[in-house]
């Protein structure tokens, strides 16, 4: 996706985990006809490039429309993750990234389509929801090595965000930001 202002904004998908509390891999858990991991695909639509990290289960999951790395590593957590899919992106002409975890089936294109808006090589803004801050994330390229560098272990981008400025982006008019941890969670 290229903005007004000429960034272009990849999107990276995060569905390596195993799902614990869901009984199995959420990437392969069937969604109003597709898996989670091509719904989530269907709301970055408009990112290029879009990189797809897998873990669990990676050899289930169908073939996708975009660039597809391995975690081999991700028993240890959703931050290696966010590390693979951040140096996957380190070779393109993207100035910023999305991030989504696979498992926010209600993030639509239209939340990702605002924060992209504001992509920039130094921008940093997150969805909220009722003022909560949520996903889909949105991390310019200035950005990357540093939140890289605090994602450990379960932990994502959040302490890299919590010391530095972020851009809340309102989307509770056109998406759900909730997560789904159990099977009951997805109606």
């Not at 903005?3 to 195993?18: E, F, I, K, N, S």
């Not at 993750?81 to 239209?110: I, W």
């Not at 530095?164 to 997805?186: I, K, M, N």
């Amino acid at each position: 996706m290229v903005v007004p202002g000429g960034a272009r904004t990849a999107g990276l998908l995060l569905a390596a985990g195993g799902g614990r509390r869901f009984g199995m891999p959420k990437a392969l858990v069937p969604y109003r006809g597709r898996l989670l991991v091509e719904h989530a695909l269907i709301a970055l639509a408009d990112c290029h490039p879009r990189v797809v990290v897998l873990g669990a289960g990676a050899e289930q999951v169908p073939e996708l429309p975009a660039v597809v790395v391995r975690n081999e590593v991700w028993t240890t957590g959703m931050g290696s993750s966010l590390r693979v899919g951040l140096a996957a992106l380190e070779g393109t002409d993207a100035d910023a990234v999305v991030v989504l975890p696979v498992d926010t089936p209600g993030v639509t294109a239209a939340a990702v389509a605002r924060l992209a808006a504001l992509a920039a090589p130094d921008a940093l803004a997150r969805a909220s929801y009722a003022g909560v801050p949520g996903h889909p994330v949105l991390i310019g390229r200035a950005h990357w090595a540093g939140v890289a560098e605090l994602a450990v272990g379960d932990t994502g981008a959040r302490p890299y965000l919590a010391r530095h400025p972020v851009t809340d982006v309102p989307c509770g008019d056109v998406a759900e930001g909730a997560d789904a941890d159990r099977p009951e969670e997805l109606s």
